[in-house]
T-cell receptor, first 114, second 113 residues
């Protein structure tokens, strides 16, 4: 069965360190997204990609970067982790085209920056 | 401006009763879709139901129905015959033509036995 996975599921890091969160999907979806979830804010979009070599900034992109070298993966990098980046991070993917294509979400990564 | 507004932070419902979760949205895009997701305490995001902006009928999926009032820009979720397993956070989201989802802040539903 197709799926979307994230690793690690939990991560504790120190302020200033670089951290990379992995996202891998086997749906063969062109669209991939990274969100962060904080209490009272729902999910907010960090970065997204419509295909290989395509990346775009979302509403809360400062301090984060992504790269898309293949269809399956969209790793999220925190260049220099800050305590404000303590959050739960979700990766998602979806098809392109017209229609009610839902986004499929990964299980999430809980990141704590100390 | 907030694209999705969920005004009910938390709700209690008696088991076997129906509950309505409010959602209003704001967009100028003529083509959009509205989604509801459920997030139980385990944390995963579970897709529940979808309504397209051009759909003439309200969407239904089992015990879930979406009350779509386009002129009022509302897309309320109705859960009928509530079960204890329905206790969770519920998010309304909108996808515009760029495929991105905008989420509301969520509503916590607690089902009482």
């Amino acid at each position: 069965d197709a799926e979307i996975t994230q690793s690690p599921r939990h991560k504790i890091t120190e302020t200033g360190r670089q951290v990379t969160l992995a996202c891998h999907q086997t749906w063969n979806h062109n669209n991939m997204f990274w969100y962060r979830q904080d209490l009272g804010h729902g999910l907010r979009l960090i970065h997204y990609s419509y295909g290989v070599q395509d990346t775009n900034k979302g509403e809360v992109s400062d301090g984060y970067s992504v790269s898309r070298s293949n269809t399956e993966d969209l790793p999220l990098t925190l260049e220099s982790a800050a305590s404000s980046q303590t959050s739960v991070y979700f990766c998602a993917s979806s098809e392109s085209g017209d229609g009610g294509y839902e986004q499929y979400f990964g299980p999430g990564t809980r990141l704590t920056v100390t | 401006a907030q694209k999705i507004t969920q005004t009910q932070p938390g709700m209690f419902v008696q088991e076997k009763e129906a509950v309505t979760l409010d959602c209003t949205y704001d967009t100028s895009d003529p083509s959009y879709g509205l989604f509801w997701y459920k997030q139980p305490s385990s944390g995963e995001m579970i897709f529940l139901i979808y309504q397209g902006s051009y759909d003439q009928q309200n969407a239904t999926e089992g015990r879930y129905s979406l009350n779509f009032q386009k002129a009022r820009k509302s897309a309320n979720l109705v859960i009928s015959a509530s079960q204890l397993g329905d206790s969770a956070m519920y998010f309304c989201a909108m996808r515009e033509s760029d495929y991105k989802l905008s989420f509301g802040a969520g509503t916590t539903v607690t089902v009482r036995a």
